[in-house]
């Protein structure tokens, strides 16, 4: 089944880490939808959401990966579906204006006062600079005010993916 990344998830090594069997397709638009960073998670921080907008000028960039239905009820366990985030369906543009029809993870609980932790942000930008995202994206993405985690465990843990040698987690 194909899978629409647009947050954290769309670094590999962030995703091979919770699904090794994910395999990389493309990346592709969501048309309609908003990155905002105000899902509320379950460590006080913001995490992404697509949230719908029904502009079509307005666009989500991410990643498509391959998942199997076991791989996709373990990122439905980590992503917290039903505590926080629900999945559709939704029709995406590649970067070829070919249209493919992909699941993706959407926010029901939203909070605008809160911000993204220093090592979500990072998965993010990782993913967005992995998979060269327009520049203007990855701008926006820049942008994005995060905070230090009050956690630095929780922080070592998240980051440590980074440390291991590319060939641990490779993709395609």
């Given at each position: 089944m194909l899978y629409f990344s647009y947050g954290s998830n769309m670094s590999s090594r962030r995703l091979l880490s919770r699904v090794p069997a994910?395999?990389?397709?493309?990346?592709?638009a969501l048309h309609g939808h908003e990155l905002i960073f105000h899902k509320r998670s379950r460590d006080?921080?913001?995490?992404?959401?697509?949230?719908?907008?029904?502009?079509?000028?307005?666009v989500v960039i991410g990643v498509v990966y391959e998942i199997s239905k076991?791989?996709?009820?373990?990122?439905?366990?980590?992503?917290?579906?039903?505590k926080g985030y629900e999945v559709k369906g939704v029709e995406l543009t590649t970067p070829h204006e070919r249209t493919m029809a992909a699941y993706t993870y959407y926010a029901t609980s939203i909070d605008k006062t809160l911000q993204p932790f220093h090592?979500?942000?990072?998965?993010?930008?990782?993913?967005?600079?992995?998979?060269?995202?327009?520049?203007?994206y990855i701008g926006r993405l820049?942008?994005?005010?995060?905070?230090?985690?009050?956690?630095?465990?929780?922080?070592?843990?998240?980051?440590a993916i980074y440390e291991?040698?590319?060939?641990?987690?490779?993709?395609?």
């Amino acid at each position: 089944m194909l899978y629409f990344s647009y947050g954290s998830n769309m670094s590999s090594r962030r995703l091979l880490s919770r699904v090794p069997a994910a395999e990389y397709i493309t990346t592709a638009a969501l048309h309609g939808h908003e990155l905002i960073f105000h899902k509320r998670s379950r460590d006080g921080s913001a995490k992404c959401d697509a949230f719908e907008t029904k502009n079509d000028n307005q666009v989500v960039i991410g990643v498509v990966y391959e998942i199997s239905k076991a791989d996709r009820a373990v990122l439905d366990r980590i992503e917290g579906l039903g505590k926080g985030y629900e999945v559709k369906g939704v029709e995406l543009t590649t970067p070829h204006e070919r249209t493919m029809a992909a699941y993706t993870y959407y926010a029901t609980s939203i909070d605008k006062t809160l911000q993204p932790f220093h090592w979500y942000k990072h998965h993010v930008m990782a993913g967005a600079l992995e998979y060269k995202l327009p520049p203007a994206y990855i701008g926006r993405l820049r942008r994005v005010a995060s905070r230090v985690d009050p956690d630095p465990q929780r922080h070592a843990l998240e980051m440590a993916i980074y440390e291991q040698p590319e060939s641990c987690l490779s993709h395609g």
